[in-house]
Every structure is written in C-alpha cells, then in structure tokens.
C-alpha cells in the first residue's frame, strides 16, 4: 500500500519517497552532527523558505543530508488560503527547491499570510466558507500544476472560531481534498489544541477526515496558558509531546494505518538525542500498528 494519498495520472511519484516511519525537523544547529553520526530516524523535514537562495551553506547543508535521508518540503509562506493571487516569484523560487532536492513530500498550510504585498510573520486563519474553500481550491490546485506533483495541506491550530462558518473544518478540509486531489497533513497536536481551546471532540474530529488523504502526520508539544477561568493551549512547538496527544496520535493511526509521522520541535531546540528520541517513541506506537494488523488497511 502506498502511504501517501493517491497521485493523479499526471503526476509522477517521487522518486525517494518519505518512509511510514517517524522523522524528525532538520535544524540548522544540528547538521554537523546529523551528517557525522546519520541517526536513525527515517527522514527529515524542512522549512522551504529556509532554503530557496541559490545555493550557499544552507544549501549544501541540505543536499549532503539528502543523500542519505528522504526529504519533506514543507511551505510556511505561501498564502493558500489568502485572497490575493499566490506569488509567482514565491512558487518559483519553491519550484527550483523542490527539483533541486527532489523531497517525498511537499505541504503548505490551511492559513493566509500575505495581503496586498504586506507579509506577515503568523500563519493566519480563515472561515470556512464556499468563497474560501472556493479560493483555497484555486490556490491549492495551481501551486500542484505548477509544481507539477501532489501538495499536503496542514490542518491549523485555532484559539477563536468564526461566527459565519458554513462547515466543520473536517468538511472543509475533505471539500478541498476531494476538489483538488491534495493530500491532507493532519496534524495531530493542532487538532487536540483546537478542539481544547474551542471545546468540541478531538476523537470524533480524527472520525470524521477521510482518513485515505492523509499523507503525513504531525507531532508537536504545547503551552498552557492559564487565562483565569479558563485554560488556552498554545502550539508553541516547544516542549515534549504530551500523553493525550500521543493517545490521540494512537487513535488517529488506526483509522490511517502506518503513516510518515514528523516531530515537530521549533523553538526551545534541544539535543539532537532529544528529537531522535521522541521519534522513537513515535516508531514505537507506528510499530503497535503493524502488530494490530493496521499496515495495510486503511479505514473508510
């Protein structure tokens, strides 16, 4: 069974796919020793915009640990869900990324980040309405044309709803795989933290994807704020991931079956042993999966 979501006949598959296996984030302070020690974890990911200069230290960073690793590609500033036209110079700048390091998986984010030239450092929600899954549609369909392959959406982190949704995020986000044959990105620790902050059920929200789109998951930590007479939780990709989302994590794979599965771990970076570990940890639950049976059964 492949593990990702089906390619359409137009698309090729990737030539070094990402494994059904725990990854971790590539970061800049560990390269060295990823390169001297190549541990064992099945794959890494990077941030686009980290990597779209021509070439420099960064670069060659990256394609030395290409080598011995797959790669996913994934996209923090594009706007997919923004109501401007995407940026040309931005999809070309990504395009030459991903034919020079050729990764298993490219993504983006549900989210805007850019409106009348001004960019901004959040990824930003929106309503989930037609006009904008009309627009995400768009947005979505022309990055894979232009890419010429299949692109992940990441599900997002929410702390406030819109009053004027016309569907759930879940119908929402199968809308848009359905319209556009991308992939999903389902990040698990985002749906624990949005359905914490905005009080609805994180397991019947995994019931309710189209588990047969989901390509990648995501694992992350996250911050209690304490707010006085409630509590927000904050996806702040700082911190071990917590047992309720591993528990999550567990729910979510046997609708999935094994699936490539990313720590995520971007501010507050520890050792490199730190990530490798937490990886294990999500081999080790990817593994409980093969022993249920669940490797190659995906569920409708």
């Known amino acids: 069974m492949s593990h990702c979501p089906s390619l359409l006949p137009r698309w090729n598959a990737p030539a070094n796919p990402v494994p059904a296996n725990a990854g971790i984030g590539l970061k800049f302070e560990h390269a060295g020793e990823i390169i001297a020690s190549v541990p064992g974890v099945g794959w890494f990911e990077v941030h686009a915009e980290n990597y779209m200069g021509d070439g420099g230290r960064p670069v060659e960073i990256l394609e030395a640990i290409a080598r011995d690793y797959p790669i996913s590609v994934h996209g923090v500033g594009l706007s997919i869900g923004g109501v401007d036209d995407l940026s040309l110079d931005h999809l070309a700048r990504l395009k030459r990324l991903v034919e ?4 298993g998986l490219v993504s983006e984010h549900l989210a805007w980040c850019a409106r009348g030239g001004d960019h901004f450092s959040d990824l930003l929600p929106l309503p989930y309405t037609s006009e904008a899954l009309d627009i995400v549609c768009r947005h979505v369909s022309e990055t894979q044309d232009y890419l010429g392959r299949q692109i992940l959406i990441e599900n997002p982190s929410l702390y ?8 759930s995020e879940t119908e929402f986000l199968n809308k848009m795989t359905a319209r556009t044959g991308c992939g999903l990105i389902l990040d698990v620790n985002n749906v624990y933290v949005s359905a914490s902050n905005l009080g609805y059920d994180a397991a019947q929200y995994i019931r309710e994807i189209d588990a047969g789109t989901v390509g990648e998951i995501h694992l992350a930590g996250h911050h209690l704020r304490d707010l006085g007479d409630r509590i927000l939780l904050i996806d702040n990709h700082g911190s071990r991931v917590s047992d309720p989302v591993w528990d999550l994590y567990s729910t ?49």
């Open 160 to 167: 406030v709803a819109f009053e004027d949704c016309a569907m």
């Open 100 to 103: 020079r390091i050729q990764p």
């Open 252 to 300: 979510t794979l046997t609708r999935t079956g094994r699936i490539p599965t990313l720590i995520e771990w971007d501010n507050d970076i520890p050792s490199l042993d730190v990530l490798v570990d937490e990886a294990k940890k999500a081999e080790a639950v990817l593994g409980r999966i093969i022993e249920a049976g669940g490797d190659n059964v995906r569920a409708a």
